[in-house]
């Protein structure tokens, strides 16, 4: 019976693949994954199968495995980590292969939030990087920035469909219709996290408005306050 794992290969850089990630991309016989996610770990998958696939591609390759896995093992390796923003290929994997293992990876998430020194157990992260209505999230969005919280954001970038398409300049543009005043909300975005493409942006949200960022590009809305143990003596 073969096995199926669906592992997190960190933010971009190859220092960020764990140990354990590494040891089972080692000893797999194939790999599916999206071009930039395959050129995380190329040094660990040459001479196995690869199969590189796109959006549109993906259910194909992922049939046509399924049905010659044998006992062979399979990697799936995911940007960032597998419980973040993944969910929906997760759960088609699980329904395509049924036992499929998961194993964490670190998350964009959790390095921007200690690049912006925002910690993550007072902020809400929310990711916009589904193909579902996210309407919801816009309100959840609100909701946390008028309580006080940091937010941790992950973009939805869809150019094809501009109605769909919600990156920076667009969230600093909806937050001000909603009268939100967006000069005096610190934000930070970062982009192309780990790698030597690394940039890092920080101002206000009115700042974003009409600026363009990379697909691979990560929010910190910063409303963060010191709390450390010394005030709670």
């Known amino acids: 019976m073969g096995k199926v794992f669906a592992v997190g290969v960190g933010p971009g850089s190859p220092k960020y693949v764990t140990d354990i990630v590494k040891e089972i991309v080692i000893k797999c016989d194939i790999v599916i994954g999206y071009k930039y996610t395959l050129k995380t770990i190329e040094e660990l998958i040459r001479g196995k199968e690869i199969h590189e696939i796109t959006m549109q591609n993906q259910e194909d390759a992922y049939q046509k495995v399924s049905k010659f896995l044998g006992n062979k093992t399979c990697v799936v390796p995911f940007t960032g980590d597998v419980n973040f923003s993944e969910s929906e290929v997760v759960d088609r994997l699980i329904e395509i292969f049924g ?26 992260v929310i990711t916009m990087h589904v193909s579902t209505s996210i309407e919801e999230k816009k309100v959840e969005l609100q909701k946390a920035l008028i309580d006080g919280f940091s937010v941790v954001l992950v973009p939805r970038p869809w150019p094809k469909e501009p109605s769909k398409h919600f ?19 610190k934000v930070h975005v ?39 143990y010394i005030n709670f003596k």
């Open 99 to 124: 036992d499929v293992q998961i194993v964490p990876g670190i998350s964009s998430i959790q390095v921007a939030a200690s690049k912006a020194r925002v910690p993550l157990d007072k902020s809400k």
């Open 190 to 228: 970062f982009e192309f996290l780990t790698t030597d493409k690394e940039t890092h942006f920080v101002g206000t949200v009115k700042d974003l408005e009409g600026k363009q960022f990379s697909d691979l590009s990560v929010m910190v809305f910063d409303q963060t306050r010191l709390e450390s």
């Open 167 to 185: 990156m920076q300049s667009e969230i600093a543009a909806y937050l001000t219709n909603h009268g939100f005043d967006t000069s005096k909300m």
